[in-house]
């Protein structure tokens, strides 16, 4: 199982679009009662197929032909069924979505009555993913650790999250900041939240457990969207070691850059991507060699929609970095971020599906391996969870798009530029968090470490990373 | 020294000497270390100084002319002007110890011992503050204060305000300003709502997986006595099956007990267990969360699994091993943030039969102190972490041999890729020379995917651009396969990936000449089509 280099992963994205040029089925009528009749196999490679072409035709703003190959999806996709099923029928809800944007009045009155999730629902979703999956609890394991150690002799301690929403992973650090040798610090916690209830919710868990383990603590709520937050309501004082925490929140500060650069582009969103495509691919046919060292497919374009968080070359991004300035501003001993391992803020939308398509079915893969096909949870977490974010990874673009993961190598630029270092993670944490991988009951699992990064793997792919930074001192 | 102070210890000790406990202050870290407010160090020394003494402004008398000082500091610095002898000169150089005072009115809370305050400078505002009378006045409004800082703190920001609400709310402070106008609107609206709080009813199911950790602290935080604990715990496996003999071991019998109740029944003496073994905060930690994840295990209760007594077994061996892991643990405190986040996973409804034995061993070994990695791997030999969910435990079961019919998701994606692959190397990359393992193939052909999924050569199933007629084209493939040299397994499509067209450039550039050349896809959909019947066919076939 572990031959496999990502030498393969690279391919696949852009072999996955000879595949799905292969075999264009033409617009005929509508029942296709063979479907039906497919094997699972089968029938998930022609769903992949159909997947690609149906988003080859609406990157290329070819909607009729988009239409079709939708009806024939839908025939096969059902998010009751098997793990390509369940993942072809989010991936069509996305794009059917991204279609709709293009009339913004039908797209509006479509979602008019929508309800919005309850905060209720909303909190049992983020438990179930915590629950379900190891990659929460073993980042947490790995964070916690890392403050523990940073945090060692320090007597006012002060924690920041910038998306305070599960408060188990405070509570665990809580545990382990009173069993340490030379007593418990003084431990202030400032959570981050866009809900005031979800911080109300989370003070009181864990006012109550450092009560109970009699620990002096304070939680300080700070209600607002992390863009805007303003450092002076965290309330740093001197003398206290801080150390911030981000837990799969980083990446939705990379929204807010394309939104200048959109601007510039009056092209309409049906038309950007595949004038993009066109034109990338007839530039291309010149230096047919130039291309054989590239190695993803937008690398080589040059339209100006491109120009932001294009995956090979230096991150632009403006917001991030002000922000990211502004955290070492107040000189924090610690900072450990955990994302997402994924490429998914390509600029053109195949470039975000094929991606996507890959780290969306290693999830779906994971929950198939370890619930059942009809268990309501595993329902919920596509569903309301990674339903949502294929939906905006796909179907939003600008501000709107949130979900903009991007792999390690990018983040560490990222922070090297605005001034840290990397900090290697503890190796005790590593060995906890490993341990507790290998006990859930599938092996798939896994993890790596690499220069002091840890990435925690589904078979073969990395699916999260967890990175701990300090300030550089020469800065 | 002032004559008027006498001293005793908070603790109720009796004695009026003044030199009191020898009791030596931690002298673990140089800085003092800092009580909690409201709960003075119980070996400190308490002195009740009189209304006068505390009021008085030289409280530092020197000994040699009586002049007297309001700091300590300027004593030492007035004494040294009396050039004394070495050894008059040094202060007494016993440990200064932990002084708490109280207040020498008798209405005041404060007047407690178990109240006293441990600051001096602290204990004269108090006093002032409260049982004085307020000399000073703020000349903006009319605020009256007895300490002068007081006053002059206030003057600083009276009539300085600048921050208005719209509801009329007046701030001096920023930060509270920006604080309430957060809040102000979602008070407006609640309050103008029915009382009932919505933050409790909207969270019903957090409140519920919340209230499962609160139940357990009740039952877990009293620290059993471990003979006691290890008893109840045969008891009450016992007790879950009424036809074993009561003298017998723990080991569980065969006759079918009620397994919600086996699992509680190990579970709930296993907490005992675990919070009896040790003193270290993991351990309570550990047997909070270990609680909760078996009251959400019982709260879906498994059908009855044919071996119930292995599951409780599983439990006892389990929470035995854990017992061990937060016992090994009391001395790294990290140890105890790893078994609280692992016990929610391996404590489950887990179906693997476990060593029954182990149960024994592991309470008769009795939190053994040993080290935290080792027990670590026992637990993990014993018992295999589940998902949460109880209903899972069988239904996983039920598919626990890996997948057979339908492949991963993964491995659709890998197989897509090298079909795609594949296609391309064949047209292009051979006449580029760039590494291919695949056959030299001419046609392509999509139909050929169609491969009996149980049937394990999944190359064959590879766009090889074989012709679609039936029975041959299948041939085929099969001869096609050696070139391959395919895992036998239908999951894992990985090395393959290796093999066939691994080149990422390759199939880039194969992409852009496809297209560029103008690809005709609808004779290979015809095509499709018909191979798919065909190829329908083998898969039955074969």
């Known amino acids: 199982m572990s031959q496999n280099e990502s030498s393969p992963l ?18 005929l009528g509508s ?10 196999e089968e029938r998930g490679l022609y769903l992949i197929h159909l997947l690609l072409t149906c988003a080859n035709h609406v990157a290329t703003g070819s909607l009729e032909n988009a239409n079709i190959a939708l009806e024939q999806i839908s025939e096969l996709a059902s998010p009751d069924g098997d793990t390509m099923q369940r993942i072809a029928a989010y991936f069509t809800e996305a794009l059917a979505d991204r279609i709709l944007k293009t009339w913004p009045g039908l797209h509006k009155a479509i979602n008019s009555t929508r309800v919005v999730d309850l905060v209720s ?46 408060p188990m992973q405070w509570i665990a650090l809580i545990r382990g900041l009173s069993a340490r040798p030379e007593g418990p610090p003084h431990l202030r916690i400032s959570g ?154 390509g600029s053109t939308l195949m470039e975000r599906l094929l991606e996507s398509l890959h780290s969306y079915a290693a999830l779906f893969d994971c929950l198939e391996s370890t619930v059942s096909r009809a268990s ?98 020469s800065l | 020294m002032p004559v008027d102070d006498y001293s005793s210890t908070v603790s109720g000790d009796a004695s009026v000497s003044s030199t009191g406990n020898q009791n030596l202050p931690p002298k673990s870290t140089v800085k003092k270390k800092r009580n909690l407010p409201g709960m003075p160090d119980p070996d400190a020394e308490v002195i009740a100084l009189s209304p006068t003494t505390l009021l008085a402004t030289n409280r530092f008398v020197c000994e040699i002319c009586n002049k007297g000082f309001q700091r300590d500091q300027n004593l030492q610095l007035h004494r040294r002007g009396h050039n004394l002898p070495w050894k008059l000169r040094q202060r007494s150089s016993k440990e200064v110890k932990k002084r708490v005072y109280v207040c020498p009115e008798p209405t005041c809370v404060h007047h407690d011992p178990s109240r006293a305050l441990g600051d001096l400078t602290g204990i004269k505002k108090h006093f002032c503050r409260k049982h004085g009378e307020k000399k000073w006045k703020c000349d903006k409004c009319s605020k009256k204060y007895a300490v002068q800082s007081d006053w002059k703190a206030h003057s600083k920001i009276c009539g300085t305000r600048e921050y208005k609400c719209d509801c009329g709310t007046v701030f001096s402070r920023r930060d509270s300003f920006i604080t309430h106008r957060a809040f102000c609107d979602a008070l407006a609206v609640e309050s103008a709502k029915t009382q009932t709080n919505p933050s409790s009813e909207s969270d019903p199911k957090v409140q519920a997986a919340d209230s499962s950790p609160r139940r357990s602290p009740p039952a877990a935080s009293p620290p059993v006595s471990a003979p006691s604990a290890i008893t109840s715990s045969d008891i009450r496996i016992q007790s879950s099956d009424p036809s074993t003999v009561v003298e017998e071991a723990p080991a569980p019998a065969p006759a079918p007990s009620p397994p919600p109740a086996g699992l509680n029944g190990s579970s709930s003496s296993s907490v005992s267990l675990v919070s009896s073994g ?158 291919s393992s695949s056959a030299p193939q001419e046609n392509l052909q999509w139909g050929q995917a ?67 050349s103008g690809f005709d896809a609808t004779t290979a959909a015809a095509s499709f089509r018909g191979g798919d019947y065909t190829s329908k066919d083998i898969g039955r076939s074969s």
Request: one cysteine or more.
């Open chain 1, 10 to 27: 690279k391919s696949s994205s852009s072999s996955l679009q000879v595949f799905s040029m292969m075999s264009l089925s033409p617009s």
């Open chain 1, 31 to 40: 029942s296709y009662p063979w479907l039906k009749e497919l094997k699972s």
């Open chain 1, 121 to 166: 629902e909303q909190a049992l979703v983020r438990r179930l993913f915590f629950e379900v999956f190891p990659f929460l609890k073993a980042a947490f394991l790995l964070v916690n650790q890392a403050i523990i150690e940073a945090m060692e002799g320090e007597k006012v301690v002060h924690v920041i999250d910038l998306d305070a929403a599960e």
């Open chain 1, 192 to 345: 981050i939240h866009v809900r005031k209830e979800v911080l109300d919710q989370m003070g009181h868990r864990l006012s109550e457990e450092a009560e109970k383990l009699d620990i002096p603590f304070q939680f300080n709520p700070v209600v607002g969207e992390l863009e805007d937050l303003d450092v002076e309501r965290l309330h740093v004082k001197t003398g206290e070691a801080v150390a911030i925490s981000s837990v799969l929140r980083l990446h939705s500060l990379l929204a807010s850059d394309d939104e200048p650069l959109r601007k510039k582009l009056p092209l309409a969103l049906k038309n950007s991507n595949g004038i993009h495509l066109q034109r990338a691919l007839r530039m291309s046919q010149n230096t047919l060699g130039e291309l054989l060292e590239k190695d993803t497919v937008n690398g080589y374009s040059p339209s100006p929609d491109s120009a932001s968080s294009s995956p090979l070359s230096s991150p632009v991004s403006p917001k991030v970095d002000t922000f990211l300035t502004a955290l070492r501003g107040l000189l924090p001993k610690l900072v450990v971020i955990t994302e997402q391992d994924s490429n998914h803020n």
């Open chain 1, 376 to 473: 309501s949870e595993r329902l919920k977490l596509e569903k309301m969870l990674f339903g949502n974010e294929i939906k905006n990874i796909i179907s939003c673009e600008g501000a709107e798009r949130k979900e903009r993961h991007e792999k390690l190598e990018k983040w560490i630029q990222r922070l090297d530029s605005a001034g840290f270092c990397n900090v290697p993670l503890s190796y005790y944490g590593m060995l906890q968090a490993k341990t507790l991988l290998q006990g859930y009951n599938c092996n798939g699992y896994k993890m790596k470490a690499e220069n002091g990064c840890v990435m925690i793997c589904w078979q073969d792919r990395p699916m999260f990373s967890v990175s701990a930074w300090r300030c550089r001192n």
């Open chain 2, 278 to 435: 040790c003193n270290s905060s993991s351990s309570s930690v550990f047997s909070n969360l270990f609680t909760s994840t078996t009251v959400s295990a019982s709260i879906h209760p498994p059908q009855p699994l044919a071996p119930a007594p292995p599951l409780v077994g599983l439990n006892g061996s389990c929470s035995g091993s854990v017992s061990l892991v937060s016992s090994g643990a009391s001395s790294s405190s990290s140890s105890g943030v790893f078994a609280s986040l692992f016990a929610s996973s391996t404590v489950s409804a887990s179906i693997q039969p476990p060593q029954t034995p182990a149960l024994t061993n592991l309470i008769r070994a009795d939190l053994a102190p040993s080290t935290s990695i080792e027990p670590i791997s026992l637990c993990l030999s014993t018992s295999h972490g589940s998902s949460i969910f109880g209903t899972t435990g069988q239904e996983r079961r039920q598919h626990a041999p890996p997948l057979q019919p339908a492949m991963s998701a993964t491995a659709l994606l890998q197989k897509a890729a090298q079909m795609g692959a594949a296609a391309s190397n064949a047209s292009l990359l051979r006449g580029l020379g760039i590494v």
């Open chain 2, 450 to 516: 169609q491969v009996d999924p149980d049937n394990a050569s999944i190359a064959a199933g590879l766009g090889l651009g074989l012709p679609c007629d039936g029975s041959s084209g299948l041939k085929e493939l099969m001869m096609g396969t050696p070139v391959f040299g395919p895992k036998q397994t239908t999951l894992d499509f990985l090395g393959l990936g290796v093999a066939a067209g691994g080149n990422p450039n390759a199939s880039l550039s194969a992409l852009i000449t496809s297209i560029g």
